[in-house]
């Protein structure tokens, strides 16, 4: 049987030159088809189409649809089986996602290529190979993110890539040459064609070296600048070495140069001069190690972005802490000519993100991060893969900023409120967790299972899906939660990722257990023995905003009793991380009560927010005061001269301005003029 795609967005099935079904679904051309053995031992067959609309669809051999798998952002060009049920795809938005396609779910993504992939092929057992616009075959691994082995051409495209039965790969590229590597030295070429070979390599590489926004590669200084000590902690330095444009920074502390990244070079480039990473196109991408260990990380940027922005997307991204945010950004100013001033005047763009790894009774930057200062990129990492409880910060999506004063819902004159989507707390070390609980547990008595370990893995992944979850996951989650106080701070770490899953959020928040649910997490934000579970607990209720719709229902109708907890506890001794998991609470109440238009609710949480704004000493961080700011904003937008008056009556103007007045931090003086003026 051949399977064939077409142009005209259908592919067909043929047998003895005979079209025996026409399979019609996809909206736009058919670039890749793909049998695919079932798993179910009877030796049938499914068809994968792979489109320029995006999407792969499963199909049975009679045309009858089946799952359509959505996940690229450009044009499917490859696909191919490495095993039954399963699937490799490569598309234009430069990744490679494997595909479990009895269920529909994404089993990984692989990111390496700079451009445009357009063909795949298996590699052995355990291996892929592919080949792309980037002028590049690259070498996979399964379950390894980064390719093992890249392979530069001396063309501008990779239009094809095969593997013969030897274990050799084949290359078509756009010079209509067929080059073939091998890994056998019997088989390897003469002397004299490596070495023409390399030649023309290097030829077209000095043809397209990089040149930084009008300094040639060429007139960069040579490594000999780093014998000469920085002038100053933070320093930037840009060098050439081996061909390669390198940044370095300036390490007081440790009296040193310390590399922090490539220059990414115009060879990786399309013709645009931009280069492509993730299947978008950027002016710039920094190849960032933070830890020799592993695989450097990208810091992609454009000329027109904010760097604080990126900055801050790059820290949630990587899972690094929140005092990197000044040097990541001046970094990117101090490299990328007229993308602002050091001032971190647009801090504030993106203000949701906390900690980046909590640290118990550790210092706090002032947002609200753990541990050391912002320069030299000595990382926490090296010794960072030990478990802490609560690490990780929280985020907001990109439309609970960029929708702040938009059309549809209440409106305010500030750029800052009001928020529209709820705030959560979604980073933190996964395996730390898991390692953690299961000792707990087992020392305990309790014992936890490597299945349910397995299961509590994928509740914690931060890309999220509602895929159903067991009733055995459910109980042990619960059984979790019995530990005592002294042990249980993983289970709620595990449980503050989970109750952002629908049907964990229904289990422990629909009538018959929602009020045992609220009775379980008061006792702990109002203790403050267990600073970590108090922390922990108030970012399960963060969390819960988000998780199903009785998650909501449940904490509106358990306002008073929570915010009775919150308000006895603020005179208490709270940590800094603590705060701001509080005031995202608050914050999340406001979005809430802005979405039900309940005047009450409204009066009630007001009160809440300036009794604790109030008590001394119990919003201290900026990031925990910004965040009360933002939240007495949004509680505000659209609630007419009623609640205003409320809140003037409760001296908000006065309080809000000796707070501002004495903060250092722009974004908190600048949301307190937006609500100086819609309290006017």
């Given at each position: 049987m051949v399977l064939t795609g077409s142009w005209d967005s259908t592919a067909k099935l043929w047998q003895d030159s005979f079209c025996v079904a026409t399979i019609e679904g996809h909206e736009l051309a058919v670039w890749a088809v793909q049998f695919v053995e079932s798993s179910s031992g009877d030796g049938d067959v499914l068809l994968a189409t792979g489109s320029a609309d995006k999407t792969i669809r499963v199909w049975n051999k009679s045309g009858g649809a089946g799952k359509v798998l959505r996940g690229h952002t450009d044009v499917v060009r490859g696909l191919v089986s490495p095993r039954p049920n399963e699937l490799l795809s490569c598309a234009?938005?430069?990744?490679?996602?494997?595909?479990?396609?009895?269920?529909?779910?994404?089993?990984?993504?692989?990111?390496g290529h700079t451009n445009y992939i357009y063909s795949i092929a298996l590699l052995g057992s355990d291996s892929f190979v592919t080949s792309s616009e980037d002028a590049s075959v690259r070498v996979w691994k399964f379950g390894k993110p980064d390719s093992v082995q890249t392979i530069r051409l001396p063309t501008r495209s990779v239009w094809a890539v095969a593997t013969l039965r030897n274990g050799d790969i084949a290359a078509g590229g756009s010079d209509s040459l067929i080059r073939i590597f091998t890994r056998d030295n019997s088989r390897v070429a003469p002397d004299d064609e490596l070495k023409a070979y390399e030649t023309e390599l290097a030829s077209m590489e000095h043809a397209t070296k990089e040149v930084l926004e009008g300094v040639k590669t060429e007139d960069l200084p040579t490594d000999a600048a780093l014998y000469a000590p920085g002038e100053k902690d933070g320093q930037t330095k840009i060098i050439r070495k081996d061909g390669k444009v390198e940044v370095y920074n300036w390490s007081a502390m440790e009296n040193e140069w310390k590399k922090i990244g490539d220059v990414v070079g115009s060879s990786n480039e399309k013709a645009s001069g931009r280069t492509l990473y993730q299947g978008r196109e950027y002016d710039y991408v920094f190849s960032v190690d933070f830890d020799e260990s592993k695989p450097p990380v990208k810091l992609p940027y454009n000329r027109s972005d904010d760097p604080y922005v990126v900055a801050q997307k790059f820290l949630e991204d990587n899972e690094l802490p929140q005092s990197y945010l000044d040097t990541v950004a001046k970094f990117i100013m101090q490299n990328v000519p007229g993308s602002g001033s050091a001032a971190p005047v647009s801090a504030y763009a993106d203000p949701?993100?906390?900690?980046?790894?909590?640290?118990?009774?550790?210092g706090a930057s002032a947002n609200g991060a753990g541990g050391g200062g912002a320069a030299g990129y000595r990382d926490p990492f090296t010794g960072g893969n030990a478990y802490v409880s609560g690490s990780g910060g929280g985020e907001t999506s990109a439309a609970a900023m960029n929708g702040a004063g938009a059309a549809g819902g209440p409106t305010s004159t500030s750029s800052f409120y009001p928020v529209r989507d709820f705030i959560g707390f979604h980073l933190g070390n996964v395996d730390g967790v898991l390692k953690k609980l299961k000792e707990n547990m087992d020392a305990s008595g309790l014992g936890?299972?490597?299945?349910?370990?397995?299961?509590?893995?994928?509740?914690?992944?931060?890309?999220?899906?509602?895929?159903?979850?067991?009733?055995?996951?459910?109980?042990?989650?619960?059984?979790?939660?019995?530990?005592?106080?002294?042990?249980?701070?993983?289970a709620l770490d595990l449980l503050r990722f989970a109750i952002r899953h629908r049907t964990v959020c229904d289990y422990f928040c629909e009538a018959e257990r929602g009020g045992m649910f609220i009775s379980f997490l008061l006792p702990l934000i109002k203790s403050a023995k267990f600073p970590a579970n108090q922390q922990l607990s108030l970012k399960v209720i963060s969390n819960t905003f988000a998780g199903?719709?009785?998650?909501?229902?449940?904490?509106?109708?358990?306002?008073?009793a929570v915010f009775a907890a919150i308000t006895e506890a603020a005179p208490s001794s709270i940590d800094k991380n603590a705060q701001i998991a509080r005031a995202t609470v608050l914050l999340n109440f406001a979005v809430l009560s802005n979405t039900a238009q309940n005047q009450e609710e409204k009066l009630e949480l007001m009160y809440v927010l300036l009794e604790v704004a109030k008590v001394a000493n119990a919003v201290t961080d900026d990031e925990a005061v910004f965040r009360t700011m933002v939240a007495l904003g949004t509680l505000l937008s659209g609630s007419g001269e009623e609640l205003k008056g409320y809140a003037k009556a409760l001296d908000v103007v006065p309080f809000g301005a000796v707070v501002a007045s004495g903060s250092s931090d722009d974004r908190i003086k600048s949301v307190w003029k937006s609500l100086e003026k819609d309290l006017a």
């Open positions: 234009n938005d430069a990744s490679v996602r494997q595909w479990d396609i009895s269920t529909g779910s994404c089993l990984g993504v692989y990111y949701f993100t906390g900690a980046g790894r909590y640290m118990p009774g550790g936890l299972p490597e299945t349910e370990v397995a299961h509590f893995r994928k509740l914690m992944e931060k890309d999220l899906t509602n895929a159903p979850v067991s009733e055995s996951t459910l109980n042990t989650l619960g059984k979790a939660l019995d530990l005592p106080d002294a042990q249980i701070f993983p199903s719709n009785a998650g909501r229902k449940l904490l509106t109708d358990h306002r008073k």
